[in-house]
């Protein structure tokens, strides 16, 4: 293969591929950008005088799909401490689930409050 073969060969690969398909010309290789996780942030469940336990229980187990009894482990924790860790997400689905949250009680006549804290 002769060198304007070769060279011919390169630039179609290029067009091919485009600049950013990392494959190796001409001895330089196109470095990809380092993706990082998202960071997670804690959704905290509040505790009132008036939400019924059950209640509580009920969206453990509806919005943040936990089994029974991790649902009423933290429904104690709250009814106990004043506050419970329902988990670890990122900004964006923390934020969806205290807004459902705050929709569900309201359509319930509950005062239940839920916040998000940075980890």
């Given at each position: 293969?002769?060198?304007?073969?070769?060279?011919?060969?390169k630039?179609?690969?290029?067009?091919?591929?485009?600049?950013?398909?990392g494959?190796?010309?001409s001895?330089?290789?196109?470095?990809k950008?380092?993706l990082?996780?998202?960071?997670?942030?804690r959704?905290?469940?509040?505790?009132d005088q008036f939400?019924?336990?059950?209640f509580?229980?009920?969206?453990?187990?509806?919005i943040f799909h936990?089994?029974?009894?991790?649902?009423?482990?933290?429904?104690?924790?709250?009814?106990?401490?004043?506050?419970?860790?329902?988990?670890?997400?990122?900004?964006?689905?923390?934020?969806?689930?205290?807004?459902?949250?705050?929709?569900?009680?309201?359509?319930?006549?509950?005062?239940?409050?839920?916040?998000i804290?940075g980890?």
């Open positions: 293969m002769s060198a304007r073969e070769d060279e011919y060969d630039i179609n690969i290029r067009r091919k591929f485009g600049k950013e398909s494959i190796k010309i001895g330089r290789r196109k470095s950008e380092q990082k996780e998202p960071e997670n942030f959704v905290i469940l509040l505790n939400t019924t336990m059950d509580v229980v009920e969206i453990l187990m509806t936990k089994d029974e009894s991790n649902a009423k482990r933290i429904m104690l924790d709250v009814h106990r401490k004043g506050r419970g860790v329902v988990g670890q997400y990122p900004w964006d689905i923390a934020k969806t689930k205290v807004e459902q949250v705050h929709t569900v009680a309201r359509q319930h006549e509950f005062p239940l409050r839920c916040t804290e980890e």
